[in-house]
Structure formats: C-alpha cells, structure tokens
Nanobody
Framework: QVQLVESGGGLVQAGGSLRLSCAAS????????MGWYRQAPGKQRELVAS???????DYADFVKGRFTISRDNAKNTVYLQMNSLKPEDTALYYC?????????WGQGTQVTVSS
C-alpha cells in the first residue's frame, strides 16, 4: 500500500523554525521526485519545494532563502526545514510526488505561525 505520512507541524511565533518530515512507504522512493505542498484556508494548494532523485532543488519564490528541502533515501523520508517563518506561511503542509498524484494526498501537517 502506497502511503505518505507527514509530521512535524505545530504552532510557532513569527521568525521561528519548524522541520517537517514525510515518511514514504510502498513506492520506489529513491526513484521519485518529491515535493512539499501547502494549502491555506480559502486558497488553492501550491507547490513549495521539490527535490529530484539526483538532489536538484527547486523552490517557490515565496520561500527561497528560508526553506530547505532534503531527502534521506535510506529512510524513505523527505524533510522541509522552515526558518524565518511568517504568518503567511500558515497552512496545511503535504508531501507528494512532483508532479503530484491525486491518490497520494495524505492528512498533511498543520503549520500555524503567530504574529
């Protein structure tokens, strides 16, 4: 069974940091380009960052310089280190392949940044 499980979200003050984790099972993780996405209330889900199997990185402009995506193929896990958080980063964060597969959306992990 293919499954992606996100964790690490929470409530943090503006300027703070969080590290999200996404554990993958049932997929050939080491051959997949992975992405972190987020969806704020009333907004569409958007791609935040992605990492290829070779380690090439790509970031949305609104997180460049603040967020870092990484992966550990031995642990089938992808991470998102989020620094200098802003209230506008408040959202439900998900991981998925990039491009995303509809069937792989999980529960996400909530990130709330207070001002």
């Amino acid at each position: 069974q293919v499954q992606l499980v996100e964790s690490g979200g929470g409530l943090v003050q503006a300027g703070g940091s969080l590290r999200l984790s996404c554990a993958a099972s049932g997929i050939i993780f080491r051959f997949a380009t992975m992405g972190w996405y987020r969806q704020a209330p009333g907004k569409q889900r958007e791609l935040v960052a992605s990492i290829t199997i070779g380690g090439s990185l790509d970031y949305a402009d609104f997180v460049k310089g603040r967020f870092t995506i990484s992966r550990d193929n031995a642990k089938n896990t992808v991470y998102l280190q989020m620094n200098s958080l802003k209230p506008e980063d408040t959202a439900l964060y998900y991981c998925n392949l990039n491009p995303a597969r509809t069937s792989l959306w999980g529960q996400g992990t909530q990130v709330t940044v207070s001002s």
